[in-house]
């Protein structure tokens, strides 16, 4: 008790020392919520007849709700009034169905929840951006306010406490100190990883590097390769390892083991320095500089190349700005994992974007040069937040335990920073203007991107579960570009969609050899396919690879010296670095 009391004391100093320090100016709101919540309320007052349904409403479902739990303690079977969602884990623990007072807290919730959010949701007149704005900051007050966050509502931990003597509050304050030390919620055990030990292994070298990137070449497994080299360009707003977790999920070693020669980009995770690096720099010391790389390395003028996420953007962007300049043939295919090039139906993250969080946004970034990579974390974190937050507050410091070991949260709490000038451009181009689409509508290098002149044939996957780059987004690509393309949606999300290896045969995908422009269109005529989706790739990817093979190729060729081994250093830099 001495060292949480001493570390308390600390951290409570520390807290108001930033207060003291803070600019006085600095913004209360700067996602600008408050706004946006006056709005609502003004409207939702300007029609009492509808606000008083919906309370009578409540008082109904309140009703049924107290008749049933009646019932229940007279001994009688009743139906339950409120069913958690499929998948919603808050409530697994038996006590919350079978205690008829945890029952009754749970439905109570339940009730209220859906009441707060349908009611806020049927508010009339409010501007779209608004309205969603609305509903996501009522669904995250809504997700903290969750009976399973609090120690006396929660039967599991209420048993927990019973059964330790309270030990579980003192480890759990415990950790909740460290984190705070930390700055972010621990979501799994960070001891137990460490990039390139136990994750991203798949034995290469790094053969190049410059200030954004590391380019690794991968050693081949087979004797002989396919001719076309495979080029992967991972997003920059995560690290790239995520395609190369644990041996049986790694995306990179099961294409080096079907015969492809396997570059990845590495982004580095900028500091200060990069402050003004650009989207165009991204690009130039990015794809266009590892194709000159890899052709000095196999002797081949083409590659194929993946781009995932915001990896898929610059991609499209890269083929764009080759064909305006005679050198479309550097590309012989592209490949595109959950790509956003239309953001007119970006998702969730659309609430984040708007004039006021930008400029505060890029305020935030001037005193530093960059966003911090917690920043990042914690948006995308809030996303799913019953799952990347609330779950962890409750393991962490109302039980008391440590979290566990797991690749991929690992991965997810390895953050990046984001370079402020391109980072702005991206937000602003992208997200707020979604200048993309529109033909010269943003200049690389003073060359105007007009996505309808990328010819190659390309392999768009999205996912249907996808909550950051949403399928029907995806699906846009096949519209946008004026090249054969096959579309494939994968079951699941952005990562598990994508990272879903044939041996764990696990989710399905859609196909359908049409590509009509209604994606519901697309989708009701689809036919699903069990298992993974990445032998699709493979049949379609060998197709452009060419039919002769070529002995198998060392990382760097004899041409270029190796600089070290993957996954070479960058990727080893942390946020907090």
């Avoid at 990896?311 to 962007?317: P, V």
Wanted: hydrophobic share 40%; glycine share 6%.
């Amino acid at each position: 008790m001495t060292s949480i009391a001493e570390k308390s004391q600390k951290l409570v100093a520390d807290f108001l020392e930033r207060q003291h320090l803070q600019k006085p100016d600095a913004q209360m709101d700067p996602f600008n919520i408050g706004s946006a919540f006056m709005e609502m309320t003004t409207r939702m007052m300007a029609d009492p007849a509808k606000l008083v349904q919906a309370q009578m409403n409540l008082w109904q479902d309140y009703l049924r709700l107290w008749q049933s739990t009646t019932s229940r303690l007279m001994g009688e079977h009743a139906e339950p009034v409120a069913h958690p969602e499929r998948g919603d884990r808050r409530f697994k623990d038996p006590a919350w169905q079978e205690n008829q007072l945890f029952d009754f807290i749970k439905q109570s919730y339940l009730l209220s929840a859906r009441w707060m959010q349908s009611t806020v949701n049927e508010v009339e007149g409010l501007d779209e951006h608004t309205a969603k704005k609305v509903d996501f900051y009522t669904r995250q007050f809504v997700d903290a306010m969750a009976p399973s966050n609090f120690v006396m509502t929660n039967p599991e931990v209420l048993r927990t406490t019973l059964e330790t003597g309270g030990e579980n509050l003192l480890r759990g304050l415990e950790n909740l100190l460290d984190d705070m030390e930390k700055g972010k919620i621990s979501q799994t055990d960070v001891d137990a990883f460490e990039v390139g030990k136990n994750l991203a292994v798949t034995p290469g070298k790094v053969v190049y590097q410059n200030d954004l990137m590391q380019l690794i070449q991968y050693t081949p497994t087979t004797e002989e390769t396919y001719k076309v080299p495979l080029l992967i360009i991972p997003p920059w707003i995560n690290k790239f390892y995520i395609l190369d977790l644990r041996q049986k999920n790694s995306f990179v070693k099961w294409a080096v083991d079907q015969g492809f020669t396997v570059f990845v980009v590495s982004w580095v995770n900028p500091n200060e320095r990069l402050a003004q690096k650009s989207f165009e720099d991204y690009m130039t010391d990015g794809p266009l500089a590892a194709l000159d790389v890899i052709e000095k390395i196999t002797g081949e003028k083409q590659a194929n190349v993946i781009g995932y996420c915001l990896g898929g953007t610059l991609l499209t962007c890269t083929l764009a700005y080759l064909d305006q300049t005679g050198k479309a043939d550097r590309i012989k295919s592209a490949t595109f994992f959950t790509t956003m090039v239309d953001f007119s139906q970006a998702g969730e993250l659309e609430v984040f974007i708007d004039e006021e969080q930008l400029t505060a946004l890029e305020e935030k970034m001037r005193e530093k040069g960059f966003l911090e990579g917690k920043s990042m974390a914690t948006t995308f974190n809030m996303l799913r937040a019953n799952d990347l937050i609330w779950s962890f507050v409750v393991n962490n410091y109302l039980l008391g335990k440590e979290p566990f070991p797991f690749d991929l949260l690992y991965w997810n709490s390895d953050s990046t920073r984001m370079p402020a000038a391109m980072h702005s451009f991206y937000l602003r181009k992208m997200y707020q203007e979604n200048k993309l689409i529109e033909p010269g509508g943003i200049e690389l290098k003073g060359v105007p991107i007009d996505l309808s002149k990328v010819k190659q044939p390309a392999f768009v996957l999205a996912t249907k579960e996808d909550h950051i780059a949403p399928w029907k987004s995806g699906y846009a690509l096949t519209s946008k570009i004026s090249g054969p393309v096959k579309f494939v949606l994968a079951a699941s999300g952005h990562i598990a969609g994508v990272v879903n290896p044939p041996a764990a045969n696990k989710y399905n995908y859609w196909l359908n050899s049409r590509n009509p422009k209604n994606p519901d269109k697309w989708f009701e005529n689809a036919k699903a396919v069990e298992g993974s989706w990445w032998p699709e790739w493979q049949k379609w990817i060998e197709q452009k690879s060419g039919t002769a093979k070529v002995p198998a190729r060392e990382p760097g060729g004899g041409v270029i010296e190796p600089i070290e081994d993957a996954p070479g250093s960058y990727v080893k830099v942390k946020a907090q670095d």
